[in-house]
């Protein structure tokens, strides 16, 4: 009975007490002008512009013109992967985001605030900028 009990004991040491809370799905952005599918990467999670959900300039073939590769500007922005590397870490999931409006990429927290809000920050060094995303429906 002891040895039951230290193995309980133990199991439940090892399980994080706050573990991020899944962040797959399909959001729309900030801005409102795309949904972003969020899922499994292999080893990661990752999210692609699924939708437009306001057409862009070059209309929907827009392409990533502003990326500072030169080499990565003729891909399309439709199906690319804006998060990626995103890996759980306590209650939040940590990667990078790109912003193909200025063609950079950013050290990212992705937390869930609730079943249809999702909190995305943006970093560069200590200064982090928050977006709010909504679950699509």
Known sequence: MK????VAALVLAATPLSAAEPIEGRWVTAEKDAIVQISDCGR?????????????????????????????????????AILTGFTEDEDSWRGEIYDPNNGKTYRSIVRRRGPDRLEVKGCIGPFCQTQVWQRAR
Not at 61 to 80: E, I, P, T, W
């Open 3 to 6: 040895h039951l009990l230290a």
């Open 44 to 80: 990661s999670i990752c999210g692609r512009i699924a939708k437009f959900l306001v057409t862009p300039p070059q209309g929907a073939d827009q392409r990533d013109v502003n990326n500072r590769d030169a080499a990565k500007r003729s891909r399309k922005l439709l199906g690319m």
